[in-house]
Each structure stands twice: as structure tokens, then as C-alpha cells.
């Protein structure tokens, strides 16, 4: 971020456009008139920097609820990827507990430099409504290389766990 001013101060004090300088000759139009300030320009600059380090969300979170099974490793829709620098955040929390007992795990999975790469969190064995896991993987991906997720499930007794999933994909500048 070099060359980045990231403590620019709001310039309230400074006017938003400039006045008519007084020094131009009786008639002369003031080309400089009504534009913006240099203080003004250096701090939306400074925004529009801040702005353009900041994550960008790649796509809609992937979303899905009552859900009793594994999930394939399934890509995460965000169009054609560029390689680049990613985070992948999740939330899965059992929204039905099995009558005897349950597991849930959650993996990212992606490609870096042509080697499969993979992120698995830890087991959830809680069974109960307010087991839940987060996490976030920052990774490095190749260029047209998916993003994918999946979940290993498993559920003991004659009521099965459900639970609820959401994947949330960012490009890290």
C-alpha cells in the first residue's frame, strides 16, 4: 500500500468548491471556479484508495438450510475466477438434533499452483440446536480454478440432524 495516505482527515473546515479568485482582471471568467479544493480531492482520493484495498465479495453467500445430507464438493457460484488471493468464510449450525447423536464437517477445497489444496474443519459432534461452527480460509487460487465446498454428514437414531450452511467467497486485493 505504498503511496497510500490510509489517515486523511475530513476537511469540514475547507470550503467544497472554490470561490472566484479575486486577483483575476474585471470580466475574466475563472476557469478554477466552482471546482474542488486540492484538500477535497486528497481526501476522497484517500477514500477511493481505502476503498479499493478493502475485500470485494465475489459472489451471493451460498445458503442453505434443513439440510440432512453430505453436500458434494460443489463450487462456490462466482463466475470464472481470477488467480488471486481469496477468503472463504462459513457458518454451519445444527438446526435439528438426531435422536442419538450426529457429525458435520465442512471443507474448503481449491487449486494453488496445479496442486488440489483442501481445508477441513473440525468435526462438530455437538448434537444440539446450538452447535455451531465458523471459520475462515484465506487461500491463494489459480485462475479458473473453482472454489468449492462440501460437508461429510452423520446422523444416528430415528430423527436425523438438519442443520443450516452458509459460504460467503471474497477476493482479498
Known amino acids: ?92 449450525r445444527v438446526t435439528r438434533a438426531a435422536t442419538v447423536s450426529s457429525t458435520l464437517t465442512v471443507t474448503i477445497s481449491w487449486t494453488d499452483g496445479g496442486a488440489s489444496c483442501s481445508f477441513s474443519g473440525a468435526a462438530m459432534t455437538g448434537n444440539t440446536t446450538t452447535t455451531v461452527q465458523s471459520g475462515s480460509v484465506f487461500l491463494a487460487s489459480d485462475a479458473s480454478a473453482p472454489i468449492l465446498y462440501s460437508t461429510v454428514y452423520g446422523s444416528v437414531g430415528g430423527t436425523t440432524m438438519q442443520y443450516k450452511l452458509i459460504v460467503a467467497l471474497e477476493l482479498i486485493p
Not at 486528497?42 to 465475489?58: E, M, R, T, W
Open 1 to 92: 500500500m505504498a503511496g497510500i495516505s490510509l489517515n486523511v482527515p475530513l476537511p469540514i473546515q475547507d470550503r467544497i468548491a472554490r470561490a472566484k479568485r479575486e486577483n483575476l482582471p474585471a470580466g475574466q471568467r475563472d476557469e478554477l471556479e466552482g471546482t474542488m479544493p486540492d484538500v477535497w480531492v486528497k481526501y476522497f482520493q484517500s477514500q477511493s484508495d481505502l476503498a479499493s484495498q478493502a475485500p470485494a465479495v465475489q459472489s451471493n453467500p451460498v445458503s442453505v438450510s434443513t439440510q440432512a445430507a453430505s453436500i458434494a464438493a460443489t463450487p462456490i457460484p462466482s463466475g470464472t475466477l481470477r488467480a488471486g488471493n481469496y477468503r472463504v468464510s462459513y457458518y454451519a
